[in-house]
């Protein structure tokens, strides 16, 4: 069976669309956000794709994509579902700030 891990960080400046594997980002930056693996519908790599985004492999089973708050919001209300806290999370999105989502299979 494979497990998922999938959570959103938080930057207050811009993150380059490719991150490097020496900075903060992807491992102890300020965590955003978990997100239910067991019930979110839609992996970061397929909304990636869709929408053109970068993603940046640390591994084959590891990857991260970063994004603006928009497109964040746009992730987070194609996951939605009514019984999620998703509402709560878009509520403290900051406008300003950049995200990057973390999704690993193990």
């Not at 992996?43 to 991260?64: M, R």
């Not at 509520?91 to 973390?102: A, F, L, S, T």
Request: net charge negative.
């Amino acid at each position: 069976m494979t497990y998922r891990s999938l959570f959103v960080e938080e930057h207050p400046n811009r993150v380059s669309a490719t991150i490097p594997h020496d900075t903060k980002v992807g491992r102890n930056a300020p965590l955003f956000c978990w997100l239910d693996t067991d019930t979110w519908p839609i992996s970061a790599l397929a909304f990636a794709e869709e929408h053109n985004l970068h993603i940046d492999y640390v591994d084959n089973c590891w990857l991260l994509v970063a994004l603006d708050a928009a497109t964040l919001k746009q992730f987070l209300r194609a996951g939605q579902s009514s019984d999620s806290n998703v509402a709560a999370i878009l509520e403290r999105v900051k406008d300003e700030h950049w995200y990057v989502i973390n999704e690993e299979e193990f």
